[in-house]
């Protein structure tokens, strides 16, 4: 990508300096300027200029091999501060994350059957406070996972199946109570972020399943994540049970974690894991069978190259995973047969970190915009 105005072009060049720092650690300005394939004069220009915002930092010297020793730079990972909203159907997450994504401080509350969204927002407004109480340094943007239709301008939860509300102005509320700036995401979207940034998903087109309470997914490709208007969780597979939603033998009915509980007195899947009984080693089973069925019907009809599953549900026993594999191998067409399926490494904190990764890419690094304009 070139760019004919020199300051849309240093601009360009400020953040892809800032993505090396993030993705590389400490480097020197020539191994920056190598990298990039820039210009030393250019490179040092920007990360004086950043030494100056205080993003960067200057760390001793580096040995090399032939004995000159260069300043390294680095991230200053504590320079700015984002916070991360996850409003799961069983819980609420919420996070205070560095540049690096560590999370500083972390709380969980029960997000309740149901819940009003002026209660759930007040739960979540007042966290979000103590969290900025704490904070050493700027928070620069806060971002809530939520599962529905966000407006365009991620503003306002035009829709939401579980809980019915409706034209939601989410981001307006914790605004005006925080004075940060806000923005929704759909969750899967952002697990899909968090997959990428935080578990060097490099893959350019897979099927993401977000395997919980509910199940939701998402096709990514080079360009996209389609999430939002999914419903992955809802595909037929069975001839008998009434789903949440309304109809007969959805996904969810077989391999939800509110389905697993209501036939195990109650428990959660972690629950019914650690302490198994022939019925819910049966249900794993029916579970781990109907979720390759409803696989091989996706990969089907997107092409996917790998599918991953995350939420909590996908980390159950290898045995299982092993199981839905074999299952899905003989379901999927010859040709997508062998498509790999793996689980996420961020295991049930996904949708925290994608939030995370979306609030880091959207207030400091612009990484996916980079990619769009490097793909241009
Ligand atoms: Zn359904």
């Known amino acids: 990508m070139k760019f004919s105005q020199p300051a849309t072009a240093r601009t360009y060049n400020r953040l892809r300096v800032l993505n090396v720092l993030s993705l590389q650690g400490e480097c020197s300005r020539a191994d920056i300027a190598r990298i990039l394939k820039l210009n030393k004069p250019s490179t040092s220009e920007i990360i004086d200029g950043l030494l100056q915002e205080g993003l960067v930092e200057e760390t001793g010297k580096k040995e090399t091999s032939n004995g000159r020793r260069p300043i390294s730079i680095r991230l200053k990972k504590d320079a700015l501060m984002v916070l991360a ?3 799961g159907s069983r819980n609420t997450s919420v996070g205070l994350a560095d540049m690096e994504g560590n999370l500083l401080r972390f709380e969980r509350f029960p997000t309740g059957q149901r819940p009003k969204a002026q209660e759930l927002c007040y739960s979540v407004i007042k966290s979000c406070l103590r969290m900025s109480r704490v ?7 806060i971002v809530v ?6 407006s365009e301008d991620k503003k306002i939860l035009v ?3 579980l809980w019915n509300w409706e034209e939601t102005p989410l981001s307006e509320a914790i605004e005006t109570n925080t004075h940060i700036p806000t923005i929704l995401v759909h969750n899967v979207e952002a697990m899909v972020q968090g997959e990428r940034w935080f578990a060097n998903e490099t893959s350019e087109n897979f099927f993401y399943v977000n395997w919980a309470e509910h199940i939701g997914s998402a ?3 080079p360009k996209n994540i389609s999430a939002a208007q999914s419903q992955f969780g809802h595909i037929s597979i069975a001839p008998t049970g009434l789903c949440r939603c309304g109809n007969i033998g959805c996904l969810e009915t077989i391999a ?3 389905a697993l509980s209501e036939k195990n007195d109650n428990k959660t899947v972690k629950q019914i894991c650690s302490d198994p009984t ?9 579970a781990c069978s109907a979720m390759a069925k409803a696989l091989a019907q996706a990969s089907a009809i997107t092409g996917c190259q790998k599918i991953i599953l995350g939420g909590g549900i996908s980390n159950i026993d290898d045995s299982y995973l092993q199981y839905l594999r074999q299952e899905y191998a003989k379901k999927a067409h010859f040709k997508q047969a062998d498509t790999p399926i793996s689980r996420s490494p961020l295991s049930d904190k996904a949708g925290l970190l994608g939030c ?3 609030a880091l890419d959207t207030w400091i690094f612009e990484r996916s915009l980079i990619r769009t304009l490097d793909l241009s």
């Open 85 to 87: 909203v996850d409003m």
């Open 135 to 141: 904070a050493t340094s700027p928070i620069v943007g």
């Open 145 to 150: 996972a939520v599962n529905g239709i966000i």
């Open 159 to 161: 829709s939401n199946d």
């Open 219 to 221: 096709w990514v490709t």
């Open 256 to 258: 939800s974690g509110w």
């Open 278 to 286: 022939e019925q819910s080693i049966r249900d794993l089973q029916s």
């Open 356 to 358: 995370v990764a979306t």
